[in-house]
C-alpha cells in the first residue's frame, strides 16, 4: 500500500516535471526557439516602467550558405528603457528573443537574449560555408553567452557555446583560434577569487 504521503510526493515531482519540461519546450537542441514563442498569447506580456523600443540592425558576414556572395544578418528585438534613460533586461513579455533574419533562403534564428551581436568566422568544417559567431547579453551583467552555428543541409546546427565576458564595444574580436590543424572557441573565466579574467581554449568538435 502507497502511503499518502508517498502519493503527495509523486504528484508533487510530476507536477514539478511537467513545469520543468514546459519551460525547455521554447528551446530546441541548437538552443534555438520558434516563431511561436514571439507571439504574446504563448509568451505573455509583462508589465515594464519606461519605454519599450525596438532595436533594429544590420550586420554584415561573409558567405555563410556558399553561393559566393557575403551575406547579413537583420537583428530585431524589443528592449525596455528605463524612466531613467537606461536599458533594463526586460523585453515587455515573459522571454525575451531575439529575430535575426539573413535572406537569400537561410533560415531564421530566433533566440532568447536582451542583445545580440552576429559575426561570421573561419569555415571550421571545410564546407565551403563560414560559420557565425553569436553573442549573447542574457541575465548575468556584463556576462553573456558565446555561440557558434554552422549551417548543415541549410539548418542551423549549435557546434559549441562558452561564456564571455561582453564589454560595451558591440563589436567583438573573432573568438576562434586555430591551433595544430584544431579550431578552438575562445572562454573567459575568473580565477578562484573573481580578480582576474582569464582566456581558455575549448575545442570545437564538428561531428
Ligand atoms: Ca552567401
Ligand atoms: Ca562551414
Given at each position: ?16 516535471c ?19 514563442d ?14 519599450l523600443e ?32 537606461t ?9 525575451c ?6 535572406g ?8 532568447e537574449?536582451y ?20 553573442f ?6 556584463n ?12 539548418e ?9 565576458f561582453l564589454?560595451?564595444d ?20 575568473w580565477?578562484?577569487?573573481?580578480s582576474v579574467?582569464s ?7 564538428t561531428?
Open positions: 500500500m502507497e502511503s499518502n504521503a508517498l502519493k503527495i510526493s509523486k504528484i508533487i515531482f510530476i507536477v514539478f511537467f513545469l520543468c519540461g514546459s519551460k525547455n519546450l521554447a528551446q530546441d537542441v541548437n538552443g534555438l526557439a520558434s516563431m511561436a514571439l507571439d504574446s498569447t504563448e509568451n505573455l506580456l509583462r508589465p515594464y516602467e519606461g519605454k525596438r532595436i533594429l540592425k544590420t550586420q554584415l558576414l561573409g558567405d555563410i550558405n556558399g553561393d559566393q556572395i557575403k551575406d547579413s544578418a537583420l537583428i530585431q528585438y524589443k528592449r525596455v528603457v528605463a524612466p531613467d534613460s536599458y533594463v533586461k526586460e523585453c515587455g513579455q515573459n522571454v528573443y531575439i529575430r535575426i533574419q539573413f537569400s533562403n537561410i533560415p531564421e534564428m530566433i533566440i537574449g542583445s545580440l551581436s552576429v559575426k561570421s568566422t573561419f569555415d571550421i568544417n571545410h564546407d565551403g560555408k563560414d560559420e557565425i559567431l553569436i549573447r547579453e542574457l541575465q548575468q551583467y556576462w553573456g553567452d558565446l555561440s557558434l552555428y554552422s549551417l548543415y543541409k541549410n542551423w546546427k549549435l557546434l559549441g557555446s562558452v561564456n564571455v564589454g560595451d558591440e563589436d567583438y574580436e573573432n573568438r576562434i583560434v586555430k591551433s595544430g590543424g584544431k579550431f578552438y572557441i575562445v572562454e573567459d573565466a580565477n578562484k577569487d573573481f579574467i582566456r581558455k581554449k575549448v575545442l570545437i568538435k561531428k
